[in-house]
């Protein structure tokens, strides 16, 4: 049973236009949502996160909206760069249920920016 | 700092034998995890640790024994290596009022 899911394997845009990965989860216990991005052969590195008390959170070029009632948030990356290329994985955790430190991950979302 | 730092970087088993893979973080952090990524899977939750001398389970705990001795070390046993273990292994930590974690660059791992 897959709490957190990404649907799509993989995405590709154009370098300067607006990447959009989406991502539902099925537990409502889940409070706190974080994308990573990972880049082949290390670690996942934090990319940006948001609470459930919020719907946007802004950092730089990234952009996570969160629909509560839909179960589904998304990740805005505007505008793409190559550099961006990487694997992003939705995760996430019951904060207020004291299991702050157990990340439920999804499978990943491979994007690609072409130049 | 050095962050979270996982040793080997890759390793060669054969079925049935025994390692410890190593992982240390000298940020001070509280909680340390461990994590395997297999195709198509994510990340999945191995065993996690609150604090030294507490540990415990996560989604996938079964072949694997930890331990927590100290704050900055949290190594994984695999007590009898089987193929189904063949994975990248990552290593995470973070502070208690966070929920970010920060992960290690992984030890790939293979069973014959």
């Known amino acids: 049973d897959q709490q957190v899911k990404q649907n799509s394997p993989s995405l590709s845009v154009q370098e300067g236009r607006i990447s959009i990965l989406n991502c539902d989860y099925t537990?409502?216990?889940?409070?706190?949502f974080l994308w990573y991005k990972k880049y082949p052969a290390e670690g996942p590195t934090f990319l940006i996160s948001?609470?459930?008390?919020?719907d946007k959170n802004e950092d730089g070029r990234f952009t996570v909206f969160l629909n509560k009632s839909a179960k589904h948030l998304s990740l805005h990356i505007v505008p793409s760069q190559p550099g961006d290329s990487a694997v992003y994985f939705c995760a996430a955790s019951a904060e207020s249920g004291g299991s702050n430190y157990k990340l439920t991950f999804g499978k990943g979302t491979l994007l690609t920016v072409n130049p | 700092n050095a962050g979270v730092t996982q040793t080997p970087k890759f390793q060669v088993l054969k079925t049935g034998q025994s390692m410890t893979l190593q992982c240390a973080q000298d940020?001070?952090?509280?909680?340390m995890s461990w994590y395997r990524q297999d195709p198509g899977m994510g990340l999945r939750l191995i065993h996690y640790s609150v604090g030294a001398g507490i540990t415990d389970q996560g989604e996938v705990p079964n072949g694997y024994n930890v331990s927590r001795s100290t704050t900055e070390d949290f190594p994984l046993r695999l007590l009898s290596a089987a193929p189904s273990q063949t994975s990248v292994y990552f290593c995470a930590s973070k502070p208690g009022a966070y929920n970010e974690q920060f992960f290690g660059p992984g030890t790939r791992l293979t069973v014959l």
């Open positions: 940020m001070n952090h509280e909680y």
């Open positions: 537990n409502s216990m889940f409070d706190y």
């Open positions: 948001i609470s459930s008390i919020k």
